[in-house]
């Protein structure tokens, strides 16, 4: 059975982003966004559990929001206005319902990269 999971790590700081907020959205072919989960990362900077699994892992486009500016503030850091990087979305689709796809961040207040995780 899949599953979807996340984590992000402050790569500024060197240590897991706890508390950044995250919200997954499912993106259908046609109309809005729909909102499915939002959540605030754990100590570890990862989700209590998975996103999505059982009947709601299904193929599919999502988008993950992460809340860099607002985190990176939260934690004393100063910004510009307007910041950077603020809500940084990353859209991907999920193609095997077996599988699990784990969506990491690596963020910084002036840059990101991510990759399918195991």
Known sequence: MGQLTTHVLDTMRGCPAAGMAVRLYRLPATGAPELIHQLSLNHDGRADGPLLQGETFQPGRYRLVFEVAAYFRAAGV?????????????????????????????????????????
Request: no cysteine.
């Open 78 to 118: 100063t910004l510009p206005e307007p910041p950077f990087l603020d809500a940084v979305p990353l859209d991907f689709g999920i193609a095997d319902a077996s599988a699990h796809y784990h969506v990491p961040l690596l963020a910084s207040p002036w840059a990101y990269s991510t990759y399918r995780g195991s």
